[in-house]
């Protein structure tokens, strides 16, 4: 899979650019031309001149090497390659692509480019967990920037935790899934989906409002187990915590009625998942003043919100073939959703129990049943990422069927 692609490998200063020159060798084992780009500090810790010897390459370094940038420059460095690695990735070369910095070779071609992005972060683990590092990633993430590691283990400077660069097996294997994907045309290519997840926030005031307790972590995780497939997905999202899957395009909504308008817009779509925990419920008359604490509580006037998932469902010519929502229960889970199911004229429920010892509800895990037509299938406890992957491989099969 790695044979005749081209990787422009950034090597960043950090200890673990000791590791570069295996990754290298073993890159090109497997057919693969290695670029190389180093900084000023990743030169501290591996030579030029080793990386040159390794990749059979001239090695870039100087921004404003007039030789270079006539042969060369940084804009055909960083477009003639088939992905940029950047490994290993500093918390300084992080926060720099993070804000858009361009103040050397290195920085200036991940900023040119428009070729695909992979990091492998490297880092003392207290750097790692730092709030302004986790900001940084989720910027990157949110831009599609692709992830491999850090890993928990022994850490140069003597201690112990996150931070550790992922090893030359596990780049590779992240380099190989990634031009997996990016050559195989999956069995979703061509097909929009449209996905919604995370909760809903309905104002009561200027700063209270009503929610519930989704993380979005299973939406999310459909969302990119359907973008792997080969679907253009757009994702409709809540307010949550969860990084934008590589590939999607989101659509970030605070309340019910904005989820819909959203979901509207991005019609047509050939798939349509209502994962949101959307709030049944809207505070009429809500203001951006607080209301102030009085003698008596202040009396809320409800008033329901708009059921996405009927609408989509009843969307005339433009309703999607294949519309599925969930069923987040407590009780009579099977019952409730097969009535959920005809109600709503939807195709499929995916049924959940929410209850609070089932830890669904902004835990890692779900056990479901898909409601169908054809009957209900329950499928086992599973991690929501392994959920996602089964429900998008059964979206798949009746595309191929029917769409």
């Not at 010897?53 to 090695?59: I, Q, R, W």
């Not at 005339?316 to 709503?344: C, M, Q």
Request: charged share 20%.
């Amino acid at each position: 899979m790695l044979e005749n692609k081209r990787i422009l490998l950034i090597v960043a200063g950090g200890i673990a650019a000791v590791k570069v020159p295996d990754l290298i060798r073993r890159l090109r084992e497997r057919g693969a031309s290695v670029r190389c780009v180093v900084t000023k500090g990743g030169a501290q810790f591996v030579t030029p001149l080793t990386l040159a010897a390794l990749s059979g390459d001239k090695v870039y370094q100087d921004l404003f090497s007039l030789t270079d940038e006539s042969e060369m420059g940084h804009i055909r460095l960083s477009r003639e390659a088939d992905v940029l690695l950047v490994a290993p990735a500093t918390a300084d070369i992080m926060a720099k692509m993070a804000t858009g910095q361009a103040d050397d070779l290195a920085t200036t071609a991940l900023l040119a480019t428009d070729k695909p992005v992979m990091i492998a972060p490297s880092m003392n683990a207290m750097m790692w967990t730092h709030p302004a590092t986790q900001a940084n990633l989720l910027t990157l993430q949110n831009r599609g920037v692709r992830v491999v590691g850090p890993g928990a283990g022994d850490l140069a400077c003597g201690e112990v935790g996150d931070g550790r660069m992922a090893e030359v097996p596990e780049l590779i294997a992240a380099l190989t899934q990634f031009f997996q994907k990016t050559q195989d045309r999956g069995p979703l290519t061509g097909k929009h989906a449209i996905v919604t997840s995370g909760p809903t926030h309905e104002p009561i005031d200027g700063v209270r409002y009503i929610a519930n307790r989704s993380s979005g972590k299973q939406g999310h995780a459909i969302a990119a187990a359907l973008a792997d497939l080969g679907a253009t997905v757009t994702l409709v999202s809540g307010p949550t915590a969860e990084p934008a899957p590589p590939g999607v395009t989101v659509r970030k909504i605070e309340t019910a009625a904005q989820m819909l308008k959203a979901c509207q817009a991005a019609l047509p779509a050939d798939i349509a998942v209502c994962a949101a925990a959307v709030a049944d419920w809207k505070v009429e008359g809500a203001g951006a003043s607080k209301i102030k604490k009085g003698k008596a509580p202040p009396e809320l006037k409800l008033s329901e919100n708009p059921d996405i998932l009927a609408t989509l469902a009843a969307a005339g010519p433009a309703r999607p073939k294949l519309v599925i929502g969930f069923a987040a229960e407590t009780d009579d889970l099977i019952d409730n959703a097969k009535a959920k199911r005809a109600a709503k004229k939807c195709d499929w429920i995916v049924a959940n129990d929410v209850s609070p010892a089932s830890g669904a509800l902004g835990g890692d895990s779900n056990t479901v049943h898909l409601v169908t037509a054809e009957g209900v299938e329950s499928w086992p406890t599973l991690k929501k990422r392994a959920v996602a992957e089964r429900l998008a491989e059964r979206i798949a099969t009746f595309a191929e069927k029917n769409l």
